[in-house]
């Protein structure tokens, strides 16, 4: 039960999520945005430009930012995490591609350089070969 509700929770924040960030990223919410600055402005006469008027905008921006860093962060987790199934089905279905290469973001910072350096190594054999249609692999 409590997996369910775990579930629809995470759907309906999902969706949430989602919706935020088209909405945020359009060309409505940066016009809301600028237009809730100019009002802003505009009645800073009015309130004689005091401390309450400014806490009011710094309240709300930095609310508004706050929230936002995470609705950000979990798009481009789902974002992240969906490019590197699609990279990882690609090589998995590459002939001659290394299968060692599937999941390779959780590999540890340390074997991510060795990789990088083998890859490094690969292009420099590459440049060398006389034919361009010699291939090297991970393998």
């Known amino acids: 039960m409590l997996d369910r509700m775990l579930h ?6 999902a969706r949430f999520a ?27 006469p009015y309130f004689h430009w005091s401390d309450t008027w400014q806490l009011v905008i710094n309240t709300g921006t930095t609310g508004v930012t706050f929230l936002m860093v995470f609705v950000i962060q979990r798009a481009q987790n789902k974002d992240g995490l969906a490019i590197q199934l699609k990279l990882n089905e690609l090589v998995a279905a590459m002939q001659g591609a290394s299968n060692r290469l599937i999941a390779v973001e959780d590999l540890s910072e340390q074997e991510l350089k060795t990789l990088a350096e083998h890859f ?3 292009a420099e054999m590459s440049k060398r070969d006389r034919s361009v249609t010699e291939s090297h692999s991970v393998e």
Do not use: C, N
């Open 18 to 44: 989602t919706a935020a960030t088209v909405w945020t990223g359009s060309t409505a919410a940066f016009i809301t945005a600028v237009a809730v600055v100019l009002v802003w402005l505009t009645t800073g």
């Open 120 to 122: 490094r190594r690969l």
């Open 8 to 13: 629809q929770r995470g759907g309906i924040l």
